[in-house]
């Protein structure tokens, strides 16, 4: 069965580095997503994308986080400056259509980044 | 905001039946989620109902809505202690902008 991907699995980081969190979506999957979830707390939306553009993002996605699709099969998360409350697993997540289609289609995630920063 | 909730724990023997509670506060949600978290693993999707629907079943797993009181349930049958894991309700309105539970960790006893 197709899955999402995610590099590295752990990635440590000393503060105020920048850091990118990859992900390879499903290939015939049209939106990505990427949730975060710091240790003891709830999985959190933070952004979605679709057509290489950002369809909505939450208020934790602040201007030192950018997304982007550089090639076909790669889907990215840059956090710019890294603080150490950006400590968390990062999950990726692709869905074959977007939330308002005549069907729905579920958002598939992947095994996460953990991201360290010290 | 709206907001989902669920126990955070749950122990069953092995063959028993376990059942796994979440409340959500959205009345626009359009679909639920279960989903699945092995140690080290990812979200694995197990099951989703749509809001209009009362129950679904899927080989051992039994989603039921009562959408009146805004409550989901998961009913794994026979469960097995592969099934030990945390298991995520999620509830998705107009965007895919899904809100999760805090997940419940259900133990299986040998």
């Known amino acids: 069965e197709p899955e999402v991907t995610q590099t590295p699995s752990h990635q440590v980081t000393q503060m105020g580095q920048e850091v990118i969190l990859r992900c390879v979506p499903i290939s015939n999957h049209l939106y990505f997503y990427w949730y975060r979830q710091i240790l003891g707390q709830k999985v959190e939306f933070l952004v979605s994308f679709y057509n290489n553009e950002i369809s909505e993002k939450s208020e934790i996605f602040d201007d030192q986080f950018s997304v982007e699709r550089p090639d076909g099969s790669n889907f990215t998360l840059k956090i710019r400056s890294t603080k150490l409350e950006d400590s968390a697993m990062y999950f990726c997540?692709?869905?074959?259509?977007?939330?308002?289609?005549?069907?729905?289609?579920?958002?598939?995630f992947g095994n996460g980044t953990r991201l360290t920063v010290t | 905001g709206e907001d989902v909730e669920q126990s955070l724990f749950l122990s069953v023997r092995e063959g028993d039946s376990s059942v796994i509670n979440c409340t959500y506060t959205d009345s626009s949600s359009t679909y639920l989620y279960w989903y699945k978290q092995e140690p080290g693993a990812g979200l694995q999707l197990l099951t989703y109902?749509?809001?209009?629907?009362d129950m679904k079943q899927d080989q051992r797993l039994t989603v039921l809505l009562n959408k009146k009181d805004k409550h989901l349930s998961l009913r794994i049958a026979d469960t097995q202690t592969g099934d030990s894991a945390i298991y995520f309700c999620?509830?998705?309105?107009?965007?895919?902008?899904?809100?999760f539970g805090t997940g419940t960790l259900l133990a299986v006893q040998p």
């Open positions: 997540a692709s869905s074959e259509v977007g939330p308002r289609s005549s069907y729905n289609s579920p958002l598939h």
């Open positions: 999620a509830e998705g309105g107009a965007t895919n902008k899904l809100i």
């Open positions: 109902i749509f809001s209009n629907m």
